[in-house]
């Protein structure tokens, strides 16, 4: 593609001469906020600098220099429901709950039948993030095992979770990620890693019997969209069982496969789940999931610690107005009618994209999960994070990022992730798909030249 240097230049300079609001604003931000902005991670946009939005509602969203976006990111899923959801803006604008007071709030039974009857599981714990649910479940898991190794798939992403944050490659096995910073030891020394969709390996890794728990997104979603093989996570399961193992799914970007999450959906019976992000509807707050079993081994290991901080939970988990977002968005939002809706749209959206490689001869594939999908510069879906990583093509996808940010659509800043929420119409999905056209011709032509 020798064209696409010029093309992407193209792209960065329209960008700039029509964002200048955002600019002023990254660059008075600048002297108070690292990277210009409240969480660096917000820098990791296509933009030559950052996007300041102003408002947005549903999936659509709104920046300071009066550009309007068709939001195909939706927060990283934070919005999966889309933005400010009724449901949850009635709480925030209505609820009289105390914002925190160290006590559980009236709604708590209530909100346990809820979780329960939506995700199977019996036992529940609030938390403020997925990353602390899942660092909160890892402890357990050890506590209640007596064994020190927690077990992730190459590829995963759990949050910020240090035991997870490690590499791994078939020639020098489990490494510290070179990428992390402040690290003072390894925790590859009590973190096993294999390749997703390898039972093989999970089969050699689980049988020394030091592993506490598999954590595992039913997905990978971060590496790059990568499905479970038909009979991975049925073997998996069995497998887990089989070596006493913890089973843990991290259901916070897979709640897009259908009602109920991945394990739902495919009748999955893990020990324990971790949700965030859109669990609330987007409002600060996460949660964990487990057994009848799991709870009763929690406990016991609790009472036989000696008495203090257990190195479990924060102030401000479970208070009270998280509590009631996430009531009202079991309620509301973890309902059959919004996931028809997300389905129905991504359904669309996802047709008219394959389409659209067929026709121009592009040799890509779409990947799908329920209301999320990818498109990936590889003729077959990947099979784990090894092939996904090799599809990846950096300046491509900065191109496309660009240049569909540029005539109003967002896509997810890593990789060339879609997410639908349940208020997209057919005009909107045709305006999407015109520009995705334009964009692959685009791209033929610098294939071409």
Same mark, same amino acid.
């Given at each position: 593609?020798h064209?696409?240097?010029?093309? @992407? !230049? ?6 700039? #001469?029509?964002? &200048?609001? $955002? ?5 008075a *931000? /600048? ?12 820098s ?23 550009h309007?976006?068709l939001?195909?990111c939706?927060?990283d ?18 609820s ?11 709604? @708590? !039974? ?6 329960? #009857?939506?995700? &199977?599981? $019996? ?5 403020? *993030? /997925? ?6 479940l ?28 490690v ?38 890794a ?16 971060n ?6 093989? /038909?009979?991975?996570?049925?073997k ?64 016991d ?14 102030t ?13 968005a ?20 996802a ?42 093509n ?48 685009q ?7």
């Amino acid at each position: 593609m020798h064209n696409i240097d010029a093309a @992407l !230049a193209q792209e960065i300079a329209l960008f700039s #001469a029509t964002h &200048g609001q $955002s600019m002023a604003l990254s660059q008075a *931000s /600048a002297p108070h906020f690292l990277y210009s902005a409240p969480m660096h991670w917000m820098s990791d946009w296509a933009t030559p600098h950052l996007i300041h939005a102003r408002s947005a509602q549903d999936h659509r969203l709104w920046d300071v220099d009066g550009h309007a976006y068709l939001d195909l990111c939706l927060g990283d899923t934070g919005a999966m429901f889309g933005h400010r959801p009724l449901a949850i803006d009635r709480v925030l604008r209505q609820s009289d709950a105390p914002l925190t007071c160290m006590l559980p709030s009236d709604n @708590l !039974a209530t909100v346990g039948d809820a979780l329960q #009857a939506r995700f &199977g599981l $019996s036992h529940w714990q609030v938390t403020l *993030s /997925a990353s602390d649910a899942n660092r909160f479940l890892i402890r357990w898991a050890r506590a209640i095992t007596q064994r020190p190794v927690v077990l992730v798939f190459d590829g995963c992403y759990h949050g910020a979770v240090d035991d997870t944050l490690v590499d791994w490659s078939a020639q020098t096995g489990v490494q510290p990620r070179a990428s992390l910073l402040g690290e003072v030891y390894s925790h590859a020394i009590h973190t096993r890693v294999v390749p997703f969709n390898d039972l093989d390996a999970l089969e050699v890794a689980l049988a020394s019997h030091d592993v506490a728990c598999v954590l595992a997104e039913p997905a990978l979603t971060n590496c790059g969209l990568v499905l479970p093989q /038909a009979d991975f996570w049925i073997k998996a399961q069995q497998c887990c069982q089989q070596h006493e193992t913890l089973l843990i799914l991290d259901e916070t970007h897979t709640l897009s496969t259908g009602l109920g999450g991945y394990a739902q959906q495919h009748q999955l019976k893990p020990d324990a789940v971790v949700m965030g992000k859109a669990v609330a509807g987007g409002w600060p707050c996460g949660v964990y999931g487990f057994s009848a079993d799991m709870a009763a081994a929690m406990m016991d290991a609790k009472a036989h610690a000696p008495a203090g901080h257990s190195g479990i939970g924060t102030t401000l988990s479970g208070n009270a107005l998280s509590l009631h977002a996430l009531e009202a968005a079991l309620n509301h939002l973890h309902q059959a009618e919004p996931y028809g809706a997300m389905l129905a749209t991504a359904n669309q959206l996802a047709q008219g994209l394959s389409d659209l490689l067929a026709q121009h001869r592009l040799p890509w594939t779409l990947t799908q999960l329920g209301a999320r999908m990818e498109l990936q510069f590889s003729a077959d879906p990947p099979k784990n994070a090894g092939e996904a990583r090799a599809a990846q093509n950096d300046k491509l996808e900065h191109f496309l990022h660009l240049f569909m940010l540029n005539r109003g659509v967002l896509l997810t800043p890593f990789h060339n992730m879609m997410l639908c929420a349940p208020s997209w119409t057919t005009n909107e999905l045709q305006q999407v798909l015109n520009l995705w056209d334009h964009a692959l011709k685009q791209v033929k032509s610098m294939s071409a030249s």
